[in-house]
């Protein structure tokens, strides 16, 4: 039993293992994070949201009065929910909390990756991005890329932020997305905001998510694709504008949100905010996610 425990601790399975090898050796590779990495408490909480996702709703702009996208790094807001946010600048009072001072991710004109310079040239084209979208606030809270903290003070402080923005709604990654800041951005929101009365909209980047609902962005699609140009230092190393137009295709294939399956769209897991802070709790606890539970994606963007 002792043993058993303990090499469940290390993220060691050998039942996925021999499971994997078994009923999908061509593509073991592939699968490799899922079958091998994941807890039973991850596969409790993807059945969960699974049972959640049968029938999407679709989402109805104004979504909120007063939306505030939690962003790990300059450009998730763009490239996870750019369709919404550019659908609201009209409509609602849009915040912004960029938690990572985006150091460590993408590359300036000519190869050069200074740290200094690339953490300026995001924070300009991340303020770009909220002027696009007439943002009425923008804070950043510079944690290095790969290390966002989670303690008590950092908690508190947060916390203070979004109390005094008093948001409806709120933007962040879901809890499950491939990137280990992704995910430790909602275990720091999770400890800080759990009480607060507002309605949670967790997008995809780099994990697909099973989406309790869908938000059409059909007539904003070239707005998103716009925002996310506003981070040529990111352009540079990743195609996010063909992955975004993709995926928003795949989405609206699959909500069938117009006619023929045609359009663009976003995915969600929406969730009244206490309800989604529960799940990050229970699923992470004590343990906070590390680059180890999360390598579908590099630990830095």
């Not at 505030?68 to 450009?75: I, N, Q, S, Y």
């Not at 001072?101 to 995001?122: F, I, K, Y």
Request: a neutral charge; proline letters at 6%.
């Amino acid at each position: 039993m002792w043993f058993k425990a303990a090499i469940h601790r290390n993220g060691i399975h050998p039942r996925r293992w021999l499971t994997g090898l078994l009923s999908y050796s061509r593509y073991l590779g592939y699968i490799k994070p899922q079958l091998l990495r994941a807890t039973e408490e991850e596969f409790r909480v993807r059945r969960q949201l699974l049972a959640m996702a049968w029938e999407p709703r679709q989402l109805v702009a104004p979504v909120g009065k007063r939306i505030l996208a939690l962003c790990p790094h300059p450009d998730d807001e763009s490239i996870g929910a750019g369709g919404l946010l550019q659908a609201h600048r009209d409509l609602a009072e849009i915040h912004f909390i960029c938690l990572c001072n985006g150091a460590a991710g993408g590359s300036l004109e000519g190869g050069d990756t200074n740290p200094d310079a690339l953490a300026e040239a995001r924070r300009a084209e991340f303020r770009k991005t909220a002027s696009a979208l007439r943002a009425a606030s923008v804070q950043h809270l510079d944690y290095p890329d790969g290390d966002i903290p989670c303690s008590e003070r950092e908690a508190e402080r947060l916390r203070s932020i979004v109390r005094n923005i008093r948001p409806d709604v709120i933007l962040l990654p879901w809890f499950l997305d491939g990137h280990v800041d992704h995910r430790r951005a909602n275990v720091l929101y999770a400890r800080a905001c759990g009480d607060i009365e507002a309605t949670v909209l967790a997008y995809e980047i780099w994990s697909m998510l099973e989406p309790n609902a869908v938000f059409d962005i059909t007539k904003h699609m070239d707005g998103k694709l716009s925002l996310i140009r506003n981070y040529p230092s990111q352009l540079r190393t990743v195609d996010y504008l063909g992955y975004a137009s993709c995926l928003a295709t795949v989405r609206a294939f699959h909500a069938a949100l117009q006619p023929s399956r045609s359009g663009a769209a976003e995915a969600f897991v929406a969730l009244p905010n206490r309800e989604y802070c529960d799940l990050v709790c229970g699923l992470y606890g004590e343990k906070l996610p590390c680059p180890a539970s999360c390598d579908a994606s590099p630990a830095i963007k």
